[in-house]
């Protein structure tokens, strides 16, 4: 799945299983997606919006904040589930930065099913070139 692939077909609850794959994800990261984003979610912390700043905190560029590793995060299993889908969760870990001129990489697999809720846990991973950016979990309902 490219950054523009976006499936319009809804998954059901019965057609997933524990253990399958999820097609890879690459966002490319641009200048223009960090400050957007960061300005978008009203977090003004000048390492998101000023390349000096990030300079200053020892990195060459600016860099996404967490709220759009949600949100990529969100998309790449939205993407997979199809419009029908309600994200019900979201808990990341982020790990090294990934900076603008990078594709973020993300890769993601079923870890659990809830017969009682239909929810399905989405285990998601992506990577930057210095290595693992964000790891965590996301819970998303899926039509029955």
Partial sequence: MT???RTLTTRKFSEVSVGEKLPNFNFPISVSFV????IASRDFTPVHHDKAAANAAGLGNVFPNILADNGLAGRY???WAGPESTVKRINIKLG???LPGEDLKFTGEVAAKD??????EIKVVAKGNWGMHLDGIVRVQLAK
């Fill in 115 to 120: 017969d009682a809720t239909g929810i399905v």
């Fill in 77 to 79: 299993v939205t993407d």
């Fill in 96 to 98: 090294a930065p990934v």
């Fill in 35 to 38: 400050v957007g984003s960061a």
């Fill in 3 to 5: 950054s523009e692939a």
